[in-house]
């Protein structure tokens, strides 16, 4: 029998998208370039962009955001 799985909310896929900033930053931290405060910020910034940006489609196209 085939059970419905509910989409995930956005906002909990925006937060593991930062989460994998945040694992991508304790990589880089253990290598010969680690990232710098600044690059972390803006790498952070692009997801929340990223997400704002769908989060407006979907308010324009309501049908379209299956």
């Known amino acids: 029998m085939a059970t419905v799985v509910e989409p995930r909310a956005l906002a909990d896929l925006e937060m593991d998208s930062v989460l994998a900033v945040e694992a991508a930053w304790e990589r ?10 600044t690059e972390y910020l803006d790498a952070v910034a692009k997801v ?14 309501p049908q379209g955001a299956a």
């Open 28 to 37: 880089r931290a253990q290598g010969v370039r680690p990232w710098t405060t």
């Open 48 to 61: 929340h962009a990223r997400y704002e940006t769908f989060r407006q489609w979907q308010r324009l196209h």
